[in-house]
């Protein structure tokens, strides 16, 4: 079994940054494919980010492209989502995820494709 633990939500000006860590109990983490996801109020989950399991590529969503960055660190079992530039539109519950994943190669999974889910922390970003 894999707990994940999010942190490092907050309240924020447009315009500002913040970094989410994602901590990681379990399994070896480096065989876990890692991601970000984001609920609005009244929204369904959507894709932010996703990174291989050796942190040498990563894939992100049109709408953070260029402002998010997301990281792991396999020898502190966490992953992390540095955000800048942020909007108001970026307010909402950010989750991590793991999938178990037999290869270095990247896939972009579905919501349904990840084995764990963290309980999430919240991101709000004010005018």
């Known amino acids: 079994q894999v707990q994940l633990v999010e942190s490092g939500g907050g309240l924020v000006q447009a315009g500002g940054s913040l970094r989410l860590s994602c901590l990681a109990s379990?399994?070896?983490?480096?065989?876990?494919?890692m991601a970000w996801f984001r609920q609005a109020p009244g929204k369904e989950r959507k894709f932010v980010a996703t990174i291989s399991r050796s942190g040498g590529t990563t894939h992100y969503a049109d709408s953070v492209e260029g402002r998010f960055t997301i990281s792991r660190d396999n020898a502190k079992n966490t992953v992390y989502l540095q955000m800048n530039s942020l909007k108001p539109d970026d307010t909402a519950v950010y989750y991590c995820?793991?999938?178990?994943?037999?290869?270095?190669?990247?896939?972009?999974?579905?919501?349904?494709?990840?084995?764990?889910w963290g309980q999430g922390t919240q991101v709000t970003v004010s005018n």
């Open positions: 995820a793991a999938a178990a994943w037999a290869s270095e190669t990247l896939v972009v999974l579905p919501t349904g494709g990840y084995d764990y």
């Open positions: 379990g399994r070896t983490f480096s065989t876990f494919v």
